[in-house]
């Protein structure tokens, strides 16, 4: 097997940068992407091309031998296409987008087949991850952007809003025909479902709640770690929920999650971030602009 130009031009970067992630920057691709080039030329020469530490980044004897080579192989390359009368195809750029697990498994995932027939030139791939891990990923710079919550305050980041997801409060008809649930003072008898102790799916919903549904007291809560535990649970008559409406449309069309409180409809706006020194901040934009043309819709 021989080198590949995308290989060779990734192998000349580094060689001129001493960084991987300037190199990255520079081709437009992700950190991952120059790592895995780098392993598989390496792979097919048969040996190591740079010493890599924590701080540092540095040639060996075999990585300063190969740069006249691979220098005139690319040359040779760009010399083949004038002779054929063509131009290069555009640089193909890739971007790891960071999403929370129902982000990615009910609006994101089901959009990048669509993605890569309106942008033959991009590739996105996404990265799974709570919140927190999110914000703390772009801010190492191990992914490119993310689509994060309500709000965005850090500085260093640019916040694209995107769209606003409604919310409600629902319930299985089983649990409902135990105990109505009409007052604040009937949620004593049942069980909130929440992803965390912070309550951050209900909070939101008192926030917008009157006055006399702002006190609602559950007389247990549980917490499961994400929106599709939640779901799982609610739909077996285990408690009360607050879920995207999108998420449970159509349970309440089968009747198999009935909305309560149905006044309180809170919706909480998502955003895409990026950090504000990306120099691809073109392309990431967009992204934004793709995500807000498809909003969560099922």
Same mark, same amino acid.
């Given at each position: 097997?021989?080198?590949?130009?995308?290989?060779?031009?990734?192998?000349?970067?580094?060689?001129?940068? =001493?960084?991987?992630?300037?190199?990255?920057?520079?081709?437009?691709?992700?950190?991952?992407?120059?790592?895995?080039?780098?392993?598989?030329?390496?792979?097919?020469?048969?040996?190591?091309?740079?010493?890599?530490?924590?701080?540092?980044?540095?040639?060996?004897?075999?990585?300063?031998?190969?740069?006249?080579?691979?220098?005139?192989?690319?040359?040779?390359?760009?010399?083949?296409?004038?002779?054929?009368?063509?131009?290069?195809?555009?640089?193909?750029?890739?971007?790891?987008?960071?999403?929370?697990?129902?982000?990615?498994?009910?609006?994101?995932?089901?959009?990048?087949?669509?993605?890569?027939?309106?942008?033959?030139?991009?590739?996105?791939?996404?990265?799974?991850?709570?919140?927190?891990?999110?914000? +703390?990923?772009?801010?190492?710079?191990?992914?490119?952007?993310?689509?994060?919550?309500?709000?965005?305050?850090?500085?260093?980041?640019?916040?694209?809003?995107?769209?606003?997801?409604?919310?409600?409060?629902?319930?299985?008809?089983?649990?409902?025909?135990?105990?109505?649930?009409?007052?604040?003072?009937?949620?004593?008898?049942?069980?909130?479902?929440?992803?965390?102790?912070?309550?951050?799916?209900?909070?939101?919903?008192?926030?917008?709640?009157?006055?006399?549904?702002?006190?609602?007291?559950?007389?247990?809560?549980?917490? =499961?770690?994400?929106?599709?535990?939640?779901?799982?649970?609610?739909?077996?008559?285990?408690?009360?929920?607050?879920?995207?409406?999108?998420?449970?449309?159509?349970?309440?069309?089968?009747?198999?999650?009935?909305?309560?409180?149905?006044?309180?409809?809170? +919706?909480?706006?998502?955003?895409?971030?990026?950090?504000?020194?990306?120099?691809?901040?073109?392309?990431?934009?967009?992204?934004?602009?793709?995500?807000?043309?498809?909003?969560?819709? +099922?």
């Amino acid at each position: 097997m021989s080198p590949t130009v995308d290989q060779l031009r990734t192998f000349l970067t580094i060689a001129e940068t =001493l960084s991987f992630r300037s190199t990255a920057r520079a081709l437009v691709v992700a950190p991952a992407v120059v790592s895995e080039r780098v392993r598989q030329l390496e792979a097919t020469l048969g040996a190591p091309l740079f010493r890599r530490t924590t701080r540092s980044v540095a040639l060996t004897a075999q990585g300063q031998a190969l740069i006249p080579f691979a220098r005139r192989a690319v040359e040779a390359m760009l010399d083949c296409a004038h002779a054929a009368g063509e131009r290069l195809a555009p640089p193909h750029a890739e971007v790891t987008l960071g999403v929370e697990p129902e982000v990615a498994a009910r609006w994101v995932a089901p959009l990048l087949a669509r993605w890569a027939r309106l942008r033959a030139d991009l590739t996105v791939h996404l990265h799974v991850a709570d919140h927190d891990a999110l914000h +703390s990923a772009l801010v190492r710079q191990q992914i490119d952007a993310a689509v994060l919550g309500p709000t965005v305050r850090d500085p260093r980041l640019l916040a694209v809003p995107l769209v606003g997801i409604p919310w409600r409060m629902v319930a299985a008809p089983s649990a409902l025909r135990r105990q109505a649930l009409r007052v604040a003072e009937d949620t004593a008898a049942f069980t909130l479902l929440d992803r965390a102790a912070a309550l951050p799916c209900l909070r939101p919903w008192l926030d917008v709640a009157p006055p006399r549904l702002k006190e609602v007291r559950f007389g247990r809560v549980l917490h =499961l770690g994400s929106l599709a535990a939640m779901e799982r649970v609610a739909l077996e008559g285990g408690g009360v929920a607050v879920l995207p409406a999108p998420m449970v449309a159509r349970h309440l069309e089968s009747d198999a999650l009935r909305v309560v409180f149905a006044a309180v409809q809170p +919706s909480t706006a998502q955003h895409f971030a990026a950090r504000l020194d990306d120099p691809r901040r073109p392309l990431l934009e967009a992204l934004a602009a793709l995500l807000r043309d498809a909003p969560w819709t +099922s």
